[in-house]
């Protein structure tokens, strides 16, 4: 039988910022950016008793819990200690995946004899985090991944659980449909619709009426509802379907060349990690969000792929030249796409990209070596710098390994 683990570190952000400042350790925190727009990214436990919830804005915080603390987070920090995480989960098994900066799955089933058992495994990764990094974690234990999420889940926090395949039924049969991981309240909504509010309800609900409710994909429903999830872990990474950056500005811009500056910005962040990975795309995508929050999407296809910047930015940009903005801007995304492999780094003899190709190449040097824009491009030289909170997309490695800054 499959045994997979679920680690979840508690509180992870906030966890961190109390374990490094002692003054911090039991009080009601809040991790925030550094934008006055900022938002809650994680809260303590100490600031959850008082309904401080993860997407609030300050004012909102500070009305719940007027003592609250509100810390600015240091991404490097969070990076590192998920790095660190992963050697201590590979000690156990190679096949670890990590599915966000605070959340790993571990695929013990070929080696947990080596180490006692699963909960000799799960205790002791426990006391390795807590020992090393002062923080707590939560170890959720069972068949397969979807079960060993909700093990987690409900044993936090700083806990333990095994769902044993003999006892699965018998927890879905009452628990709410929203306790499963991948369940939202949209999906929660056209359940109950249906008169589906339990696990229970959902794994005894015939196929064919999820089937012409939610598509295939209700077919995968049922299954859940059952406790059962054939995906398998996702040890090494799959190469990206595409490479973007989004920021959300620190005040709404009208201006057309503070526009087309941050375009730039975002094209040679997509750029600079396309050519790390070895990556080119034929799609640009352009993204654009209001004051209101509408939010809309352009396209364009390239003649040819491209890593190279300014390519990407000019065809961002010709998306921008053939729409009229109704409204200043809040948020700007830009995003390469159709991507394929760039093995061939040899140099056709005619490449009229050749010039900027060795410039380009000599700047991301200079960058890896002395940190990100140390070399910049002179059109966004006053310009914020990348975003200040971490996405939930970062990876310890691979493509989506973004270097960050707090």
């Known amino acids: ?8 570190m508690d509180a992870f952000f906030a966890s961190v910022e109390q374990q490094a400042n002692p003054r911090l350790r039991g009080k009601a925190i809040a991790v925030i950016g550094s934008g006055h727009r900022t938002v809650i990214t994680t809260r303590s436990y100490e600031a959850r008793k008082f309904g401080v919830k993860t997407g609030m804005n300050i004012y909102e915080a500070k009305k719940l819990c007027p003592h609250i603390i509100f810390v600015v987070g240091d991404n490097e920090k969070y990076t590192h200690t998920c790095k660190e995480l992963s050697r201590i989960y590979s000690s156990f098994t190679p096949d670890v995946e990590t599915y966000s ?12 004899q080596l180490f006692g058992g699963p909960e000799a495994i799960g205790s002791s990764i426990k006391k390795k985090v807590k020992k090393q990094f002062g923080i707590n974690c939560t170890v959720g234990v069972a068949p397969n991944i979807l079960m060993a999420k909700l093990a987690s889940d409900l044993a936090k926090p700083d806990g333990f659980m095994w769902i044993k395949g003999d006892a699965m039924q018998s927890l879905l049969k009452d628990l709410p ?4 991981w991948g369940i939202g309240p949209a999906t929660e909504q056209r359940l109950a619709v249906l008169g589906i509010k339990t696990c229970g309800e959902l794994g005894d609900a015939p196929a064919s009426l999820l089937r012409n409710k939610f598509g295939i994909t209700g077919e995968t429903l049922k299954l859940m509802g059952q406790g059962i999830c054939h995906r398998p872990l996702i ?57 209101d929050f509408e939010t809309f999407t352009r396209q364009t296809t390239l003649p040819d792929s491209t890593n190279i910047t300014h390519e990407i930015y ?93």
């Open 177 to 180: 449909v929203k306790e499963l």
């Open 314 to 406: 000019r065809y961002a940009l010709s998306i921008l030249n053939a729409i009229r903005l109704k409204d200043s801007v809040r948020l700007i995304g830009v995003t390469l796409s159709h991507l394929k492999r760039n093995d061939n780094d040899q140099m056709a003899l005619f490449d009229y990209r050749a010039k900027e190709k060795s410039i380009l190449n000599a700047v991301d040097s200079i960058n890896d070596k002395y940190g990100d824009f140390t070399i910049t491009w002179a059109s966004y030289l006053e310009q914020s710098g990348p975003p200040a909170v971490i996405s939930p997309a970062w990876r310890p490695s691979g493509v989506r390994n973004v270097n960050v800054k707090s």
């Open 235 to 291: 040890v090494k990474e799959e190469d990206p379907k595409s490479i973007g950056h989004s920021m959300t500005l620190p005040k709404d811009i009208s201006d057309r060349r503070q526009i087309e500056a941050q375009i730039l910005k975002l094209s040679a962040m997509v750029g600079r990690r396309a050519r790390k990975y070895g990556f080119t795309g034929r799609k640009v995508t352009l993204t654009i969000r209001y004051p």
């Open 101 to 112: 900066i605070d959340e790993a799955f571990l695929d013990i089933t070929t080696t947990h």
């Open 1 to 8: 039988m499959t045994i997979i683990l679920c680690i979840d």
